[in-house]
Antibody, heavy 121, light 110 residues
Framework: EVQLVESGEGLVQPGSSMKLSCVAS????????MNWIRQAPKKGLEWIAL????????YYADSVKGRFTISRDNSKNTLYLEMNSLRSEDTAMYYC??????????????WGPGTMVTVSS | DIVLTQSPALAVSLGQRATISCRAS??????????MHWYQQKPGQQPKLLIY???NLASGIPARFSGSGSGTDFTLTINPVQADDIATYYC?????????FGAGTKLELK
């Protein structure tokens, strides 16, 4: 059974940093591209980052480019999202989502339950 | 970015057919591949993949869900609607990066 479990939930002040993790199980993690997708309260879904299966390429939404960094450790079956210079508009539920391909985004066949990030003074 | 437009809400009766539409700002089809996908999200839960590439049922999804469309116009059909189907439905395109989602259609009971 595929499982994705995010962690790193919390309340932080604007301008601060935070790191999220997502532990994967039930599939060969190192074979698939992985994504972070977020959802602001009562809002829709926003894709924010993709990392290829081998970390050779990373892509970001314009809204987070230069502030967020996606990474992975295939030996630990873990995906990360390092978030810097956080803003109030980054307040959202952050989902880890498995891609169906090793590289190209495609669609997302499994999602974690999400972890909530609140940016507020 | 490709913009996907969905109606905000749809009211249906149990046992009836629900048709949810998604219109793209430009074609999301390449050759015979229609790069539109559908997700269901219930309150307090993560999204779940329902349909991929416009008309393919994801694993474990009941056959009352179906998808159709090509180019810029796509439809998710639920027939018959059951109480467990009350949720918000999102379309997503993978024709171009960044992948984008529609704003969601909330399925409500009439």
């Amino acid at each position: 059974e595929v499982q994705l479990v995010e962690s790193g939930e919390g309340l932080v002040q604007p301008g601060s940093s935070m790191k999220l993790s997502c532990v994967a199980s039930g599939f060969t993690f190192s074979n698939y591209g992985m994504n972070w997708i977020r959802q602001a309260p009562k809002k829709g879904l926003e894709w924010i980052a993709l990392i290829y299966y081998d970390s050779s390429s990373k892509y970001y939404a314009d809204s987070v480019k230069g502030r967020f960094t996606i990474s992975r450790d295939n030996s630990k079956n873990t995906l990360y999202l390092e978030m810097n210079s956080l803003r109030s508009e980054d307040t959202a539920m952050y989902y880890c989502a498995k891609g169906v391909y090793s590289s190209y985004t495609g669609y997302f066949d499994f999602w974690g339950p999400g972890t909530m990030v609140t940016v507020s003074s | 970015d490709i913009v996907l437009t969905q109606s905000p809400a749809l009211a249906v009766s149990l046992g009836q057919r629900a048709t949810i539409s998604c219109r793209a700002s430009q074609s999301v089809s390449i050759s015979r591949y229609n790069l539109m996908h559908w997700y269901q999200q219930k309150p307090g839960q993560q999204p779940k993949l329902l349909i991929y590439r416009a008309s393919n049922l994801a694993s474990g999804i009941p056959a009352r869900f179906s998808g159709s469309g090509s180019g810029t116009d796509f439809t998710l059909t639920i027939n018959p609607v059951q109480a467990d189907d009350i949720a918000t439905y999102y379309c997503q395109q993978s024709r171009e990066s960044p992948p984008t989602f529609g704003a969601g259609t909330k399925l409500e009971l009439k």
